[in-house]
T-cell receptor
């Protein structure tokens, strides 16, 4: 158990819908990272927040947005869902704000299926 | 776009055999990490290498960082069925301090 929690574990929805994925980092970690893992694209970095502020942006679509709240939990919002958005979405947390210098602890993921 | 290439993509071996997994890029890494991921779980960090030529050992796993910091390898000695999983390398490229780029992974299956 990494100490990072993600809900829900599974999510099935239809095209065009909007969903929210939730992540609680390890106690004491200030950074939250979101990743998308699909069979054809591998693990792709989406976005990072550090202590409530956006810190780095990766291959995140404009239909996707995220935020980190004062209690440091984070939410990833996916809208106008398409079939290709079906994937595993992972949240990771670390103590500091530098992705490569800090060990990232990954949550168990949310499996999103868009029908 | 900075890419990491891992090889092989799939590897199936018998228990007790040795194996090596490779991670390559055309760009220089500031640091490189190896992760292991099991089905239904998130990746778990195995090691971080920072210095060119660095070698780190974790029990039967040996990690090597290339002298030019453009490649890395993971060698497993006397593989066990418990080593089965997806092995991912992840690099932080020079000038891109804030994000990790992951390789596509090597799916290792160790047969009894």
């Amino acid at each position: 158990d990494s100490g990072v929690t993600q809900t829900p574990k599974h999510l099935i929805t239809a095209t065009g819908q909007r969903v929210t994925l939730r992540c609680s980092p390890r106690s004491g970690d200030l950074s939250v990272y979101w990743y998308q893992q699909s069979l054809d694209q591998g693990l792709q970095f989406l976005i990072q927040y550090y202590n409530g502020e956006e810190r780095a942006k990766g291959n995140i679509l404009e239909r996707f947005s995220a935020q980190q709240f004062p209690d440091l939990h984070s939410e990833l919002n996916l809208s106008s869902l398409e079939l290709g958005d079906s994937a595993l979405y992972f949240c990771a947390s670390s103590v500091g704000g530098q992705a490569g210098n800090n060990e990232q602890f990954f949550g168990p993921g949310t499996r999103l299926t868009v029908l | 776009t900075q890419l990491l290439e891992q090889s092989p993509q799939f590897l199936s071996i018998q228990e007790g055999e040795n194996l090596t997994v490779y991670c390559n890029s055309s760009s220089v890494f500031s640091s490189l990490q190896w992760y292991r991921q099991e089905p239904g779980e998130g990746p778990v960090l195995l090691v971080t290498v920072v210095t060119g030529g660095e070698v780190k050992k974790l029990k039967r796993l040996t990690f090597q960082f290339g002298d030019a910091r453009k490649d890395s390898s993971l060698h497993i000695t006397a593989a066990q069925t418990g080593d089965t999983g997806l092995y991912l390398c992840a690099g932080r490229f020079s000038g891109s301090a804030r994000q990790l780029t992951f390789g596509s992974g090597t799916q290792l299956t160790v047969l009894p």
